[in-house]
């Protein structure tokens, strides 16, 4: 069965200051990989994605994500967060379907 | 290019009520989706069509909920008769490729509220 982890609800961290947003998964093949964001009251956004190729994958809005075959994990990152920032984060996988992690809220203060 | 839509927005309704929602997707998009999120929860598919064809239905419950896709475009999801346990946002979301290469777009979703 596949399955992805977000092992924290919630991040908090300050403008300016490096994100991390965490995802560990659970795959019998090669793992396709995703990161979606939800703003309130909105329908989810697709960030970026992991097929094959560099481990490093950049998307859109300055997101970045390292997929680390050796930990099983796809965390996502961003340099230097700013407020707008601030949204539900779902980590996703594809075997067969596409299915979701239970999501971080990430906070950024000014 | 317009995204996915889904009416309506909101609905309120008692227990006992059907209810249905609709959902165009992205036009040549052949994948349609039907996702349920509850509050604090990533999302969960009911079903995946092909065309007009449900591909995936095994997460719909068949004795409340179904849905169709009769010309392959867009989507009607119903409920009869609606729980409590129903309140959530049904989202809808399509794809162009037929084995979901995973980038899905999303409509803005249909929150019901069961009461």
């Known amino acids: 069965a596949q399955s992805v982890a977000q092992p924290e609800d919630q991040v908090n961290v300050a403008e300016g200051n490096p994100l991390t947003v965490k995802c560990t998964y659970s795959v019998s093949g090669n793992p396709y990989l995703f990161w979606y964001v939800q703003y309130p009251n909105r329908g989810l956004q697709f960030l970026l994605k992991?097929?094959?190729?560099?481990?490093l994958v950049k998307g859109s809005y300055g997101f970045e994500a390292e997929f680390n075959k050796s930990q099983t994990s796809f965390h996502l990152k961003k340099p230097s967060a700013l407020v707008s920032d601030s949204a539900l984060y779902f980590c996703a996988v594809v075997d067969y379907k596409l299915s979701f992690g239970a999501g971080t809220t990430v906070t950024v203060r000014a | 290019e317009a995204g996915v839509v889904q009416s309506p927005r909101y609905k309120i309704i008692e227990k006992k009520q059907p209810v249905a929602f609709w959902c165009n997707p992205i036009s040549g998009h052949n994948t349609l989706y039907w996702y349920l999120q509850n509050l604090g929860q990533g999302p969960e598919l009911l079903i995946r069509y092909e065309n007009e064809e449900a591909v995936d239905d095994s997460q719909l419950p068949k004795d409340r909920f179904s849905a169709e896709r009769l010309k392959g475009v867009d989507s009607t999801l119903k409920i009869q008769p609606a729980e409590l346990g129903d309140s959530a946002v049904y989202l809808c979301?399509?794809?162009?490729?037929?084995?979901?290469?995973?980038?899905?777009?999303f409509g803005e979703g249909s929150r019901l509220t069961v009461l």
């Open positions: 979301a399509s794809s162009g490729t037929g084995r979901s290469g995973g980038e899905l777009f």
């Open positions: 992991y097929i094959t190729g560099d481990n």
